[in-house]
């Protein structure tokens, strides 16, 4: 919202107040808003000219944008920069992602398998006992054909 003042000049209004803006003004979101008022929808705190990332038109300082819409490394809490190795809908910095048994570190080329919805490295997942091994393949082949049904 703009008020004319007669002249070539325009006035931002604050949404909040409905007021004229005097002091500085961040233009956000299609909006005029006062410095201290354009805050994350999330932590509601202000970005006082620091970066925010926008989403269906809410502004978000980066930790939240990344926490709700991005990745988030599942062991370091950290947003992801870079390559990021996603399984079990958790994403992990290339040098955090390892088995969950032994600690190995394991690439894109590794084989691992999911046990309690975190990483096993195949070495560590052959040491498990044979009955164990089978109720996980049963019941990874049941949740697999539930999925396809759903997708038909």
């Not at 500085?24 to 354009?38: D, I, P, Y």
């Not at 980066?62 to 390559?83: A, K, M, P, R, S």
């Not at 691992?112 to 006992?129: A, I, Q, T, Y």
Request: proline share 3%; charged share 25%.
């Amino acid at each position: 919202m703009v008020l004319s003042t007669g002249r070539s000049c325009l006035i931002p209004v604050s949404i909040y107040y409905r007021r004229p803006i005097e002091e500085r003004v961040v233009h956000a979101l299609g909006k005029a808003w006062h410095v201290e008022h354009f805050v994350c929808a999330k932590c509601e705190r202000p970005f006082f000219g620091t970066r925010h990332y926008e989403k269906k038109g809410l502004a978000y300082c980066e930790t939240h944008y990344h926490q709700l819409f991005g990745n988030i490394c599942f062991v370091c809490n950290n947003v992801v920069t870079g390559d990021v190795f996603s399984a079990f809908n958790k994403s992990w910095c290339v040098g955090h992602f390892a088995c969950s048994i032994c600690d190995r570190k394991m690439s894109h080329k590794t084989k691992f398998f999911e046990f309690d919805l975190k990483p096993v490295c195949r070495v560590c997942h052959e040491k498990f006992p044979g009955e164990l091994k089978k109720r996980l393949k049963k019941y990874h082949e049941e949740v697999s054909k539930r999925q396809i049904m759903s997708n038909s």
